[in-house]
């Protein structure tokens, strides 16, 4: 793994991020050695702060890198493919590399408000605060959530992964979005009936090793 500490990159964001976790198993796949500030911008006003003065809407993550600023995952997960050695993870055929963006345009849009926030905080982040799902709003996320799954399923026909024979950033961009969905038990159960997608997902799962937070 490469490791200078004066260019090391600064990931800044909280380590149970969707989009956090993409772009440290990005930074991972490429054997990038990187540091990790934290940026509670939900629990922690003063990190809040601080967040804002890197993303002006406060979002996470935010990324450095000797001095170049980025946010927004996507971008950042692009130049580090780009910008450090190792496994290239953007198809160089010009319809796979479509694909990939379709996959991840799918993913931010469609995957990432039903299969998180709609299936896996009402089912297993509100119980957990002592706070009952709503299960009208579950029920509707179960639902789309299946037809993402059959979108993802379409868009990868033959694969093996996302975007096709290779795994591309379109993969480390799903993996913490499906992981979190099959923390709910229905969420499991929905990926088993997406054989394609949940092998692909269970090939992820050292990889996820490295970033997976507590559940």
């Known amino acids: 793994m490469v490791d200078n500490p004066a260019s090391r990159p600064i990931v800044y964001g909280a380590?149970?991020?969707?989009?956090?976790?993409?772009?440290r198993l990005t930074l991972i796949e490429k054997g990038v050695a990187?540091?990790?500030?934290?940026?509670?911008v939900f629990g922690?006003?003063?990190?809040?702060?601080?967040?804002?003065?890197r993303h002006p809407f406060g979002k996470i993550p935010a990324f450095e890198h000797q001095r170049f600023h980025l946010y927004?995952?996507?971008?950042?997960?692009?130049?580090?493919?780009?910008?450090?050695?190792?496994?290239?993870?953007?198809?160089?055929?010009?319809?796979?590399?479509?694909?990939?963006?379709q996959v991840l345009s799918v993913l931010d849009?469609?995957?990432?408000?039903?299969?998180?926030?709609?299936?896996?905080?009402?089912?297993?982040?509100?119980?957990?605060?002592?706070?009952q799902p709503d299960q009208a709003r579950l029920a509707e996320a179960?639902?789309?959530?299946?037809?993402?799954?059959?979108?993802?399923?379409?868009?990868?026909?033959?694969?093996?992964?996302?975007?096709?024979p290779s795994l591309t950033l379109a993969d480390l961009h799903a993996a913490p979005m499906l992981d979190y969905f099959c923390r709910a038990p229905e969420g499991r159960d929905l990926l088993g009936q997406f054989p394609k997608i949940a092998v692909c997902?269970?090939?992820?799962?050292?990889?996820?090793?490295?970033v997976r937070v507590a559940a």
């Open 34 to 40: 990187y540091d990790l500030v934290e940026a509670d």
């Open 142 to 164: 179960l639902a789309k959530s299946r037809i993402c799954l059959l979108a993802l399923t379409q868009i990868m026909g033959d694969g093996p992964w996302l975007a096709g």
């Open 109 to 131: 849009a469609y995957v990432y408000p039903q299969l998180v926030w709609g299936v896996h905080l009402e089912r297993v982040e509100k119980p957990k605060r002592g706070l």
């Open 44 to 53: 922690n006003p003063s990190q809040r702060a601080a967040q804002l003065q």
């Open 201 to 210: 997902f269970g090939a992820m799962a050292d990889r996820l090793d490295a």
């Open 72 to 101: 927004e995952s996507q971008a950042i997960e692009r130049y580090v493919d780009e910008a450090f050695g190792g496994p290239t993870l953007q198809p160089t055929d010009l319809r796979d590399r479509a694909r990939m963006n």
């Open 15 to 23: 380590a149970y991020s969707v989009y956090v976790r993409a772009v």
